[in-house]
């Protein structure tokens, strides 16, 4: 994964933690829970400034946290903002494509994934894929699950899988696999 060399940064708090929001002049390029599987390693250390410089009043980095309070709040289930996913594989972009297809309250398996983007026998490298997502939440890799429906890895934990699929759901009895964690929300 590589990005854009004039790539700012922010953060912002969200009931399941803080989030960190990377925005390139194309758009957003990245959206991850603090500490995450696959979190940039530059953002890991405390140097991370200079190398994406803090930038909280960017358009699109303003914007993202607003719609993402407006989706934490129950208020949005579609985001309306310019990605930036040129930093994948032309594979990555096209499972990421894929992805973006699957609306709040849904789920989709990785079989299904592979087969939507013409590639069925490729069923792990799009877990790979998924799990390579830049831009949680808005990407939405939390809504796939395994062929048996079960839950399966997700780069910011299972709990907040869970977290982002209960609330996607609320009001209906779609999806309420695992005990509810109150330490998340």
């Not at 590589?2 to 940064?9: E, L, Y």
């Not at 930038?55 to 949005?76: M, N």
């Not at 994934?113 to 013409?118: D, F, N």
Request: charged content about 10%.
């Amino acid at each position: 994964m590589t990005f854009h060399p004039h790539t700012v940064q922010t953060t912002c708090a969200s009931p399941l933690g803080t989030l960190t929001l990377a925005a390139s002049p194309s758009g957003l390029a990245g959206l991850w829970f603090a500490g995450q599987r696959h979190w940039p390693m530059q953002l890991q250390s405390k140097q991370a400034e200079s190398v994406w410089p803090a930038q909280p009043d960017h358009p699109v980095l303003r914007q993202t946290a607003e719609q993402l309070a407006q989706y934490f709040a129950g208020e949005r289930t579609v985001f309306v903002l310019p990605l930036d996913l040129s930093g994948g594989t032309a594979f990555q972009r096209a499972v990421w494509q894929a992805l973006r297809a699957i609306s709040a309250g849904q789920t989709c398996s990785y079989s299904a994934i592979s087969v939507a983007i013409a590639k069925p026998s490729a069923v792990r490298a799009v877990g790979a894929a998924v799990g390579r997502n830049p831009i949680s939440i808005i990407v939405p890799c939390h809504r796939v699950l395994g062929a048996n429906g079960a839950l399966t890895g997700y780069a910011g934990g299972l709990d907040r899988k869970t977290a982002l699929l209960n609330l996607e759901t609320a009001g209906t009895a779609n999806f309420l696999p695992l005990p509810f964690k109150s330490r998340l929300l």
